[in-house]
């Protein structure tokens, strides 16, 4: 049985959210003021569109109106996916983040920056850019050497038609 209300709300709204294809990744209850925010954050595989966002926003909206699982107060529903510089905790974010520049944080220390060029169920495969004309090098990471990992943003990379072009 669940106990906090963020539980209560995933098992409530999870449902919904698969139904529609997407991942429910995380549910948060923030107090703004005097009113309470309900954030939901939604992914895919593929990601998540503003219409595909926009129907499941209305769908969860519609279950909690046929619930008390906000209470009786005010709140505001925010559906959203995770964004740019996404946490990766999770198997599938790995997975999705292939390809991505993504800053380590190691369990034995230290930090690394590199590139998921392959993902699967033990580790990943990357690849760390080289440094002042250097070439990049190959490296394996196994998920327990990882203790933080998130996605970072890259302002002049080039997507993969231009550089096959």
């Known amino acids: 049985m ?4 963020s539980e209560r709300l995933r098992e409530l709204l999870e449902p919904l ?3 529609t294809g997407l ?5 948060a209850v923030d107090s703004v003021g005097r009113k309470r ?3 939901v954050v939604v992914d895919s595989d593929t990601g998540a569109d503003l219409g595909k966002i926009a129907d499941v926003s209305r769908e969860l909206s519609a279950k909690l109106d046929e619930t008390d699982a906000m209470g009786q107060g005010e709140y505001t529903l925010e559906v959203g996916t995770p964004g740019a510089e996404r946490l990766l905790t999770e198997h599938r ?3 999705r983040a292939t390809g991505r520049l993504v800053k380590f944080q190691l369990a034995e220390g230290g930090e690394l920056v590199a590139r998921i060029l392959k ?3 033990e580790g990943l495969d990357t690849e760390v850019p080289g440094v002042k004309g250097r070439k990049a090098t190959a490296r394996r990471l196994a998920f327990e050497d990882i203790d933080r990992a998130r996605v970072q943003v ?3 990379r080039k997507d993969k038609n ?3 072009a």
Do not use: A
């Open 17 to 19: 959210v698969t139904s």
């Open 119 to 121: 993902v699967d169920d």
């Open 162 to 164: 231009e550089e096959e």
């Open 93 to 95: 974010h790995y997975v």
């Open 23 to 27: 991942d429910l990744e995380e549910i």
């Open 154 to 156: 890259e302002f002049s």
């Open 37 to 39: 925010v309900l954030r």
């Open 2 to 5: 669940s106990t906090t209300q």
